[in-house]
């Protein structure tokens, strides 16, 4: 019964909000009492007029608080006789939570496990392990409810020792009975050495997090380098279009403006003659009248005096006919312009070929594995044809511009910057960025396939695909390959076939050429830097027939 009075003295003496002994009593106007600081916080955090957060009763103004002296002198009063204060109820342990082994009735959160005692414990039932010396060998952890897995289920006893043939946990018994002979040492001597592993581990995952988060800042920029070359090449683009636009347009003003010029020349001329015309009409119509008017003169004297007196009939200085051609003056002009139109269509088509191959083949991802099959290879497969600007003149072009073989007499007598005048190469018309891959089908002695920037020089060694740091070659000849880079060469021992995979990844820097038959056999390859888009180039001997083409791939 005291206990119970201890109990409701407790309840009685509690601050309903901070749920702990009152502290600076304050009674309220409702007869409530409270923590000064609850009542005062729990006021300060009301947006409307206060009230008990009991009875709930709303004052009007906000009601002046005095400390209750007789409420403080009881609770000190209280606290002398062994009262304390009653646990929070989040101090107590719910579902989820290690409860204290030690509480009576309604157990409090556990703060620590010892693993010597397989106990768990409270703050106040830990006291003992904190201040004894009895307890001072004992392990403490955080509080834990598999203790009861520490317990050997043969013998009962703490599993201590650690058994590394089984890889399991044993106790001592253990060890020198079922395990006897194992390799087994103390749980503590196994823990440090695996510690040492989990360490390791730790430093190879924390490295590869610093990797990784560095390779997520990289492609953020990567991100906004994307959309910063985005917006500037749009922005450039309509630029360019636009300027064309105008271009276009003052070429359409200039042609009205000659067309109008050159239309009131003519319509100017023709209005003088038609008015000579007409005066010479006029004159020819006074002389008829005279003529007429003589006709009917009754009298014959007077006739024959008057008929001299008239003047001879001048002669026209005009044709009798004019050329008249209905509808057909400024005819050429507009097939001229149709002609214009024409070209600039098939400009646009060839180009935005190039346009667009060049925009797909944009790489934004990290460098991919290199491919390992033909299939893989296909994957990036890519049309060449070649550029007739750029070809030889002894080279014709044919099968749309991707086949090239060598002729005997000239095919081309046009003079185009772009042309190869020294040595029969040619250039592909599409630039190469990003990965791409082709195959090429050879025919004749000696055939040289090329990648190249597109200012490489057109005549002289210099131009020569492989002898300049502008070009990389492979040389195809009827028993080997090699390689050709910068003047320097390079043999290859390999197969020869007659047909030749070509895999480039721009961005990469890599370039890899294949001997394609039954299966592909990598020939040479190239790791570098393009600092440019490429073209691919052959280079063919001047023997008649000698050929390359680039074959359809599926």
């Known amino acids: 019964m005291a206990q119970k009075g201890v109990d409701l003295d407790q309840e009685t003496f509690s ?28 006021w300060d955090g009301e947006e409307k007029i206060p009230c008990c957060p009991q009875c709930r009763k709303i004052f009007t103004t906000r009601p002046v608080l005095v400390k209750n002296f007789m409420f403080a002198a009881l609770v000190d009063q209280l606290k002398k006789t062994g009262l304390q204060a009653a646990p929070a109820d989040h101090c107590y342990a719910g579902p989820e939570d290690v ?26 039932h830990l006291q003992p392990h904190l201040d004894e010396a009895a307890f001072k060998k004992h392990k403490l952890v955080e509080p834990s409810k598999n203790l009861q897995e520490n317990i050997c289920s043969i013998h009962d006893e703490v599993m201590k020792m650690f058994c590394r043939t089984d890889q399991k946990c044993i106790c001592y018994l253990c ?57 500037q090449t749009v922005k450039d683009s309509e630029k360019i279009f636009t300027q ?13 403006q000659q067309i109008r010029s050159q239309q009131q020349t003519e319509v100017s001329g023709v209005k003088d003659l038609q008015e000579e015309l007409e005066q010479e009409i006029t004159e020819l119509k006074s002389k008829d009248a005279e003529l007429k008017q003589l006709s009917l003169t009754e009298d014959h004297s007077q006739f024959l005096l008057n008929y001299p007196s008239l003047p001879p009939l001048s002669e026209s200085t005009y044709s009798s006919s004019i050329n008249v051609r209905p509808l057909r003056y400024f005819e050429d002009v507009t097939a001229a312009v149709s002609e214009l139109r024409d070209i600039m269509q098939e400009l646009l088509r060839e180009e935005w070929t190039n346009i667009s191959l060049t925009v797909t083949h944009v790489d934004v991802l990290l460098p991919e594995p290199e491919p390992k099959s033909r299939a893989d290879f296909l994957r990036y497969s890519c049309q060449i044809t070649l550029d007739p600007n750029t070809a030889h003149r002894q080279l014709l072009l044919s099968e749309e511009n ?4 060598v002729m005997r007499q000239p095919q081309s007598d046009s003079d185009h910057p772009d042309r190869f005048t020294d040595y029969l190469q040619v250039l592909s018309r599409e630039s190469l960025t990003g990965r791409c891959y082709w195959e090429v089908e050879l025919k004749g002695k000696y055939v040289r396939l090329s990648v190249a920037y597109k200012n490489i020089s057109r005549s002289g060694d210099e131009s020569i695909f492989g002898f300049n740091d502008k070009s990389w070659a492979l040389d195809s000849s009827p028993d080997s390959f090699s390689f050709h880079h910068n003047s320097i060469q390079t043999s290859i021992s390999a197969p020869v076939s007659s047909r030749v995979g070509v895999y480039l990844d721009h961005r990469a820097g890599v370039l890899s050429f294949y001997s394609i038959s039954e299966s592909m056999t990598l020939l040479h390859r190239v790791q570098t830097t393009f600092s440019q888009p490429l073209h691919a180039g052959v280079l063919l001997e001047y023997a008649v027939g000698t050929s390359a083409e680039f074959c359809k791939l599926k």
């Open 175 to 231: 060890s020198v009975e079922e395990h006897r002979g194992h390799d087994t040492v103390s749980a503590a001597a196994e823990r440090t050495e695996r510690q040492r592993d989990l360490e390791e581990s730790q430093q190879q995952i924390q490295q590869r997090i610093q990797d990784r988060e560095k390779e997520v800042k990289l492609l953020q920029q990567e991100v906004e380098a994307i959309n910063h070359s985005a917006d």
């Open 402 to 405: 991707r086949k090239v073989t």
């Open 99 to 124: 409860s204290c082994d030690f509480c009576s009735g309604r157990k409090l959160k556990a703060i620590k496990s010892c693993l010597f005692c397989l106990a768990s414990y409270c703050e106040k």
């Open 244 to 256: 064309m636009i105008r271009l276009i347009q003052k070429t359409s003003c200039d042609v009205k």
């Open 15 to 42: 601050c309903c909000i901070c749920l702990d002994l009152l502290k600076d009593p304050a009674t309220i106007p409702c007869g409530h009492s409270y923590c000064m600081k609850c009542i005062q916080g729990f």
